[in-house]
């Protein structure tokens, strides 16, 4: 008899509930590769994304991340010709408080009036009336953090926010956004070869807070022949960036992975990640391979160049 992760495999990632009210997948979907270069302008394969974004609701992927900033504003209006009206079950997440001069130019803008205005565009463009997650996509260090959070908290109060979260900050930056308004995500770059974040995810676990790591599969130097990463691939019949994906896994529970791809080929081998059961040696292993860094932000930053 077949089971409900047969045909939807991201279920056997877990639940997590945003806010203690929205229940969610763990392994979901980020959209900025549905983009063109530089994250810049529309994909050379719109109906190919289009697709991606379909199967990934197939496949049992609730939670899809995107950004304003993402084409820009390319990303959002894909999802929403690809799956809107929305699942009831599915939370698109997006992000505001990047400016794009250009393609592969990120520069925060945490202006109140300008946050209000990337989110009634985002609204649009995705084709609601709330956003479950709004998330401010950097901190501007030229705009007092209690003026952005506080614009963010006001269109909570009018309806147009569900939840609030933050990406790509410290632990003294996410508990001083507490004491303005109830964050329930933070959005650092962590994975299994990166893990400068590491204080940021273990105060998120300590408080409930979901962590979704951006960019989380890397293995690098890890994935060579005769590796630890390799090995343990072999043993579970499985490709190196599905192990990243389990350890990110089984490393929280608060742990929201969002691998993106353009390829639905790609996107299908992601999503089985969520199957793979790393045993307690094997886990073990992994963590003790990288050394956690210290932590690093800075005003000015390039994403890292991402795989298809």
């Known amino acids: 008899m077949a089971t409900p992760t047969d045909s939807r495999p991201a279920a056997a990632s877990g639940l997590f509930a945003l806010g203690g ?20 302008g529309d994909p050379k394969d719109p109906d190919e994304a289009v697709r991606v974004l379909r199967r990934a609701v197939e496949l049992g992927v609730t939670l899809i991340d995107t950004a304003d900033s993402y084409g820009p504003f390319v990303s959002e209006q894909l999802i929403k010709r690809a799956l809107h009206p929305y699942a009831d079950d599915l939370v698109i997440a997006t992000k505001a408080g990047l ?31 709330s956003i ?3 998330q401010l996509h950097r901190i501007d260090p030229q705009v007092p953090l209690a003026d952005q959070v506080g614009e963010l908290t006001l269109l909570q109060q009018e309806g147009k926010i569900r939840h609030i979260g933050l990406s790509q900050v410290t632990v003294d930056q996410l508990a001083a956004a507490r004491k303005l308004a109830t964050i329930v995500s933070v959005q650092n770059l962590y994975n299994l070869t990166t893990r400068d974040a590491e204080s940021v995810l273990d105060y998120a676990e300590a408080n409930d807070i979901a962590f979704i790591p951006w960019f989380p599969i890397a293995t690098g130097e890890l994935a060579k022949r ?6 343990i691939a072999d ?14 896994l089984r490393r929280s529970p608060v742990i929201l992975p969002i691998p993106g791809t353009s390829s639905v080929a790609h996107l299908e081998e ?6 793979i059961t790393l045993g307690d040696d094997e886990f073990a292993t992994l963590s ?8 690093t932000t800075g005003r000015r930053f390039r994403l890292p160049k991402l795989g298809h």
């Open 21 to 40: 009210d929205r229940p969610v997948h763990r392994l979901g979907y980020g959209s900025m590769q549905l983009t063109g270069p530089g994250v810049w």
């Open 99 to 129: 400016s794009r001069p250009g393609p592969g130019v990120w520069r925060p803008l945490g202006r109140p009036e300008y946050l209000r205005q990337q989110l009634e565009l985002s609204l649009r463009n995705l084709g609601l009336e």
């Open 132 to 134: 479950d997650l709004y």
């Open 226 to 231: 005769g590796g630890p990463v390799d090995t």
């Open 235 to 248: 043993a579970h019949d499985a490709t190196p960036a599905q192990v990243a994906l389990a350890w990110l």
């Open 270 to 275: 992601n999503v089985a990640a969520a199957g």
């Open 288 to 295: 003790g391979a990288t050394a956690p860094a210290g932590e």
